[in-house]
C-alpha cells in the first residue's frame, strides 16, 4: 500500500482524533473507509541504528501469538517516509471505552468489577510471559 493509498483508506484528524501517546509514540482514532468502521492507527517515528525497538517489530511479534481476549492485536503494520523521517504506522482494533484511565474518569467501577479488570489485565501479562514477551510500558 503506498502512502496515498493508506491516507485514503484510513482518515483521520492529527489534532481531533489523538487518544494518547506513549513509548512507541502517538494514538489516534481512524475510519477504516474499506471496511467502514473506527480503528486505532499508532505512529512511531523509526529511529536509525535502533531496528529491534521498531514498532512494526513489535507488530510482527504480536502477529506470531495465539489470540487471547486481553491483548490487542494489530492488523498490520506499514512504512512510510516522510520529510522529517521514516514512520512506522500500526492499526489496531478500537476500542471506544477508551484506555483503563478513561473508563475510570467516565464512570465508577465497583469493587467487584475492579477486581475483574485487574485479574484481566494480569491474564494478558501472564500469557504473553509465557510466550517469552516482557510488556515494558504499561500504562491505565
Do not use: W
Not at 13 to 39: C, I, N
Not at 62 to 78: F, G, M, Q, S, T
Amino acid at each position: 500500500m503506498t502512502h496515498e493509498e493508506f491516507k485514503t483508506r484510513y482518515t483521520y484528524h492529527p489534532d481531533a482524533d489523538r487518544l494518547g501517546e506513549g513509548g512507541f509514540g502517538e494514538v489516534f482514532k481512524a475510519y477504516d473507509t474499506v471496511r467502514h468502521r473506527q480503528v486505532a492507527i499508532k505512529i512511531s517515528k523509526v529511529k536509525p541504528n535502533m531496528e529491534s525497538l521498531r514498532l512494526k517489530k513489535e507488530v510482527e511479534m504480536v502477529k506470531r501469538l495465539p489470540e487471547h481476549p486481553n491483548i490487542a492485536y494489530y492488523e498490520d503494520c506499514y512504512t512510510f517516509r516522510e520529510m522529517s523521517g521514516e514512520y512506522d504506522f500500526g492499526i489496531l482494533q478500537y476500542y471506544e471505552e477508551g484506555n483503563l484511565l478513561q473508563l475510570l474518569k467516565k464512570r465508577a467501577l465497583t469493587p467487584d468489577q475492579k477486581v475483574s479488570v485487574l485479574k484481566q489485565i494480569l491474564a494478558g501479562v501472564e500469557f504473553l510471559h509465557s510466550h517469552n514477551i516482557i510488556h515494558r510500558d504499561l500504562k491505565p
